[in-house]
Every structure is written in structure tokens, then in C-alpha cells.
């Protein structure tokens, strides 16, 4: 069985920095996409950023560029969101992703994964 395990979401302050990390079993990132989605009360599940497998490509939602990355260590089969300059609006649960292949931008959407971590929740206090 494939589980992606999301996990380090927790309460930071505005301006501060947190890092979520996922761990999968039961497929390898050389054959997926990995990233992560969120979702805030009342709104829709959005795309945060994600790598983009065989070509290494990795894209960001606008509203995160210059603050988010996200990094990989495949020896632990682990990808992580490094969060940083945090603002209250990022506060939201958010949940690590996979897809077969690789992808772009347009097809980082929800319909569009293959697997799902549980949520995390990040809130960010002002």
C-alpha cells in the first residue's frame, strides 16, 4: 500500500519559519511528482508548490514564491516544505501529494493526484 506521512505543522508567529515534512512508502520519487497542497476554512484545496519528476522542475503558487521551497532526500524517501517569512494568511491544513510522471503547473491540481497525505495544520498567529 502506498502512504505518504505528512508531518510538522504546528502554531508559528508572523515572520517566523516552520517545515512540514512527508514521508512515502510504497512508491519512490523517481517515478512521482511530490508536493504539496492547502486548504484554508471556507475556501478550496490549492496548490502550494511541487517538483516535477525526470525533469526537476519545480513550481510555486504565487502567493508562497521567495518564501516556500521544497526539498527532497530520497535515502529517506522524504520531501520537505521549508516555510519561511510566514504570514497569517498561510494559516491552513496542509496536505503532501503525489502523481505518476512528471508535470507543470497546470496539472498541479487536486483531481489530478494519485496519492494523499493526511493534513497538517499550520497556523500562523499576527
Known amino acids: 500500500d502506498v502512504q505518504l506521512q505528512a508531518s510538522g505543522g504546528g502554531l508559528v508567529q508572523a515572520g517566523g519559519s516552520l517545515r512540514l515534512s512527508c514521508t512515502a512508502s510504497?512508491?519512490?520519487?523517481?517515478?512521482?511528482?511530490i508536493g504539496w497542497f492547502r486548504q484554508a476554512p471556507g475556501k478550496e484545496r490549492e496548490g502550494v508548490l511541487c517538483?516535477?519528476?525526470?525533469?526537476?522542475?519545480?513550481y510555486y503558487a504565487d502567493s508562497v514564491k521567495g518564501r516556500f521551497t521544497i526539498s527532497n532526500d530520497n535515502a529517506k524517501n522524504t520531501v520537505y516544505l521549508q516555510m519561511s517569512e510566514m504570514k497569517p494568511e498561510d494559516t491552513a491544513v496542509y496536505y503532501c501529494?503525489?502523481?505518476?510522471?512528471?508535470?507543470?503547473?497546470?496539472?498541479?491540481?487536486?483531481?489530478?493526484?494519485?496519492?494523499w497525505g493526511k493534513g497538517t495544520q499550520v497556523t500562523v498567529s499576527s
Open positions: 501529494a503525489a502523481v505518476f510522471g512528471p508535470v507543470d503547473w497546470r496539472l498541479w491540481v487536486p483531481r489530478g493526484m494519485d496519492y
Open positions: 510504497g512508491l519512490t520519487f523517481d517515478d512521482y511528482s
Open positions: 517538483m516535477s519528476k525526470f525533469d526537476g522542475n519545480i
